[in-house]
């Protein structure tokens, strides 16, 4: 049998249906109303691969070296030919479109790969694999066989090698579904996602789901008591879009919701109580919470999708159950002894560990609070260990501020005096929002769940906005934690940290070990991220690390010396002062769109005028990346780079990024590390917003798209000005990712209304 329908899956059939399949069919026997589906199994890939006879020929195209850049891009696309050139048998496509045919005529169906090795543990293939919408009967077998071969793309290819998988041991099954051709659709939670109330929240638009999950349009909220069923609030929204399918093409277009039905509600009393039963039938089927895809054509609910809620902690849980633990546990944190700059929000309490050299790092155990002067890279591992982080310089966007923030690990920085006030052993109680030291406290148990949860938003919805929220990574390792916030992509990957903790300084690693490992160790530091955010966009910045922070490095007794390497021999000026270098990083970039990574776009820092952008443009082109068809930009970092901005777009940007990091520090004169001076450091200085204001204007006219990814975009009254000012996107820190989504999406509402009034 070729094809498999969802009553005879169950979460055992993996290995021939795939994860996905075998989730369907597990909704499906509990009577579910997920709409009808078969899936093309494992075991009709394996028969068609070798019946056919490409078996042999198609393992032995993709056995090459991974590392082998261009031989691997060939293999790749040899392979998929093979199978898409390779006619369906008779019996195998007789079948399929036997089945097809049953389900009604003419339907329309959905065709997603569904992978055994899709969501495997440590080995996330997620989204790797093909899906098409709307399929006619035409092109269903075809859609088959093109699901199989992107088994076989490039990244696909590599992905497999590095994580030690052959080809020979993947299989593929397709799932054909009917489309719901949807009236009405949205998410539904079963129970309220941070505090576990038995409350549902459900979120409405009209037309399909697409809009409501993509945050095209501003859906109605409704929440429900479970007990009751009583209505507890409803709030309905101006839907001005909606996605639905063109009668003539088949495909899904964006189309304006007709005057009378935009302000209208979206869900009748009756549809409300047929979803609020449905999401107890949900979450006393998987016994928990669920978040839940929903559509209702032509009266009738369906489910689309469902996965565990993962936000809730325990406490909050027991508290909506009314379970109290007896009152307050632990000693009331004592006497204010030192503060300095509140840098990562958060309390903790432990004991410090003064760390002056790194020998001392291993002296910090778990739920230690390390007191240093400053942070390195080489602290990474001991600074995951920590609860809490203290240092005697840098100010918010100091490397220690930057890290700690990614950790989730709370953190003040710039006390001056903590190495020396604080000592080894002493408990101690840090406030990393008020950036506090208090003495004594209790220290927390060691964390149940892992950071990547608690940076899942709270909140039941991805607030809907028009301008983009993204997120900022520095360290690979906090890629998951990123991903997790629901972030449109990444608005800034530093590699800095990638390179400093080669403990080398590049020319020197290159030297001792080669130029293909110093790239290779650069793909894989981007693709990590790349990977984690797949297929949203990811921007990653070439190096630009002050000499000081090479020094510390292994080769770095060659750095020049410099008075002030905040102005010194820095970003694009360097790459373009040691060209050899800097197209090594090219170099690595290159690799990562011929990988298939098409959604890593590339970034210069500190450029000041077209001149730096067009030489680092040559050098892109020359090592072969094509600036035509790649997304590329710049930050602008200097006032001369906003004040030179018509010709940096004249230049061929497709983007800028405001870094205000220093930006702030070079348009006021206040050197961003210098605590001395942190309370005269002011992003929102008029000078600044100037600066800011005339780089949006300008670049709106030559439709180049605008960024923020300094600090300051996770500040609301930053996020209030830009979003007034028309930037493109916002990047944020990982924890403040959901509060500016919100102040955005605020914003945004008083422009329209502004708009209308
Ligand atoms: C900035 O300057 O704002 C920025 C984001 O870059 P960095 O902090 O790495 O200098
Ligand atoms: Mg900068």
Aim: charged residues 30%; glycine residues 8%; proline residues 5%.
């Amino acid at each position: 049998m070729a094809v498999l329908w969802l009553d005879d899956i169950g979460a055992d059939d993996i290995g021939t249906v795939g994860g996905k399949a075998a989730s369907l069919g597990e909704m499906w026997t509990a009577e579910l109303p997920v709409p009808p589906a078969f899936v093309v199994t494992t075991e009709t890939y394996r028969s068609f691969i070798e019946e056919t006879g490409i078996d042999e020929e198609l393992f032995a195209t993709v056995d090459v070296s991974p590392e082998d850049s261009k031989a691997l891009a060939a293999a790749a696309e040899r392979a998929q030919a093979l199978v898409t050139e390779t006619p369906m048998p008779d019996d195998l496509r007789a079948e399929i479109l036997e089945a097809f045919d049953s389900m009604g005529e003419d339907p329309s169906v959905a065709v997603r790969s569904s992978a055994t090795l899709e969501d495997l543990e440590g080995a996330s293939f997620a989204g790797q694999q093909e899906t098409f919408l709307n399929v006619s009967r035409e092109a269903v077998v075809d859609r088959v066989r093109e699901c199989w071969a992107s088994l076989f793309t490039h990244r696909a290819l590599y992905y497999r090698r590095e994580q030690g998988f052959t080809h020979e041991e993947v299989d593929i099954a397709v799932v054909v579904q009917e489309m719901v051709d949807a009236d009405k659709s949205g998410v539904l939670f079963t129970s309220n996602p941070s505090t576990g109330v038995p409350e549902v929240t459900i979120e409405a638009a009209w037309g399909l789901g697409e809009a409501v999950v993509s945050g095209a349009v501003t859906p109605d909220n409704y929440i429900l008591d479970r007990a009751s069923g009583e209505l507890k609030s409803e709030t309905v929204a101006q839907k001005k879009v909606m996605f639905v399918r063109d009668a003539d093409t088949g495909e899904t277009v964006e189309r304006a919701v007709p005057d009378q039905k935009r302000g209208e509600r979206v869900l009748s009393d009756d549809e409300l109580a047929e979803l609020l039963e449905t999401g107890e039938l949900i979450e006393s089927y998987y016994g928990q919470p669920q978040d839940v895809e929903w559509a209702i054509y032509d009266g009738d609910v369906y489910l689309l999708q469902s996965r565990p809620i993962t936000t809730i902690d325990a406490a909050a849980s027991e508290a909506a159950a009314g379970i109290s633990d007896g009152g307050e546990n632990g000693d009331e944190p004592g006497e204010l002894i030192l503060s300095g700059l509140g840098a990562t929000p958060g309390r903790a309490a432990g004991e410090v560990r003064i760390v002056r050299k790194l020998d001392q790092l291993d002296k910090v155990e778990q739920g230690d609070i390390i007191v240093t002067e400053m942070t390195t890279p080489d602290m990474v591992p001991a600074m995951k260990r920590a609860a809490g982080i203290v240092t005697d310089e840098g100010g918010t966007t100091s490397h220690a501020a930057i890290v700690s923030r990614e950790l989730g690990v709370p953190a003040v920085v710039g006390t001056e005096t903590g190495t020396e006030e604080l000592h080894d052993g002493q408990l101690v109680t840090i406030d990393g929002e008020k950036g506090t030291i208090e003495a004594g406290g209790e220290p927390d148990p060691p964390a149940a769940e892992e950071a990547v949860e608690e940076a899942r938003p709270e909140t039941p919805v991805k607030p809907m906005t028009a301008t983009e929220v993204k997120v900022n990574v520095s360290i690979p390792d906090a890629a998951r934690r990123a991903a997790a916030t629901g972030a449109d992509g990444v608005g800034l990957l530093r590699i800095e940290h990638m390179i400093l903790t080669l403990n080398k300084t590049p020319a020197r690693y290159i030297a001792d070990n080669s130029k293909g490992e110093y790239i290779e160790r650069i793909v894989e530091g981007v693709r990590a991220v790349a990977d984690e955010f797949y297929p949203r966009p990811v921007r990653a910045r070439t190096l630009d690390a002050p000499t000081d922070e090479f020094r510390q490095l292994q080769g770095g007794e060659d750095e020049p010396r410099e008075h002030n390497p905040m102005l010194g021999y820095r970003g694009i000026r360097r790459s373009l002062d040691s060209p050899d270098v800097f197209r090594h990083e090219l170099d690595a970039f290159r690799k990562l769109y011929e990988l298939g990574y098409d959604n890593v776009e590339l970034m210069l820092p500190l450029v000041n005028d077209a001149e730096d952008v067009l030489r680092a443009k040559r050098l892109m082109e020359d090592v072969g990346i094509d600036t035509e068809k790649r997304t590329w930009g710049v930050m602008i970092e200097t006032p001369a780079s906003a004040l030179a901005i018509e010709g940096i777009a004249d230049a061929g940007v497709d983007f800028v990024s405001f870094g205000t990091n220093d930006l702030v520090q070079y348009t006021l004169a206040i050197d961003r590390n210098n605590e001395r001076v942190a309370d005269r450091y002011d992003p929102l200085h008029p000078a600044v917003l100037e600066l800011i204001s005339h780089t949006i204007e300008v670049c709106r006219e030559k439709g180049v798209s605008t960024s923020i990814c300094g600090q300051a975009g996770s500040d609301p009254q930053m996020v209030r000005y830009l979003v007034e000012e028309g930037v493109t996107s916002i990047s944020a820190n990982i924890d403040a990712v959901r509060d500016v989504q919100h102040e955005v999406k605020r914003v945004e509402q008083r422009l329209l209304l502004d708009s209308v009034r």
